[in-house]
């Protein structure tokens, strides 16, 4: 199983389409591509799933909590202000994450400000595109790697 999973909410398959202005012209494939072997260099396994039913989401997160998964970075996209679902499913299995966001959510609509998941994570990187995702990975592994003990 994986050491690190990777989660992509809602709408985030039309990466590299969907308002480029915003989110880059990167596609999902491309961003997970370049996850799965950043974590395989820094010996680490990392699987993605990206989906539009919050359900799947949480029964893929409820998994994790026995599968070996050691950390998650997700991008909960529209669910980050609708989904207690999601938190209820990280809070219970207790695994470190950072929330990951390609726009700067502080700099958009207002309704974009609220998280039902920042005060839970680890930390929360925004507003570097495609790039976030890759910061964020960086976080992780190096979290990995110094063993902290921090979630």
Do not use: W
């Not at 072997?37 to 820094?42: L, S």
């Not at 799933?49 to 998964?69: H, I, K, P, W």
């Not at 669910?79 to 695994?95: E, K, N, P, Y």
């Amino acid at each position: 199983m994986p050491d690190i999973l990777l989660l992509h909410g809602p709408n985030l398959n039309l990466l590299g389409q969907r308002q480029p202005q915003i989110y880059g012209d990167d596609t999902l494939e491309q961003i997970n591509i370049r996850a799965r072997e950043r974590a395989e260099k820094a010996g680490y396994t990392l699987e993605s799933l990206q989906s539009n039913a919050e359900s799947e989401l949480v029964e893929r997160l409820q998994r994790a909590g026995n599968d070996g998964v050691r950390f998650i970075l997700i991008n909960p996209a529209a669910f980050t202000h609708t989904s207690v679902a999601l938190r209820d499913a990280l809070a219970a299995i207790g695994l470190p994450f950072i929330e990951v966001h390609m726009s700067n959510v502080h700099a958009r609509e207002p309704f974009r400000r609220q998280s039902f998941f920042s005060d839970l994570a680890l930390g929360i990187i925004c507003g570097f595109g495609a790039r976030s995702y890759d910061l964020a990975l960086v976080a992780a592994i190096d979290h990995l790697d110094s063993g902290a003990n921090i979630s």
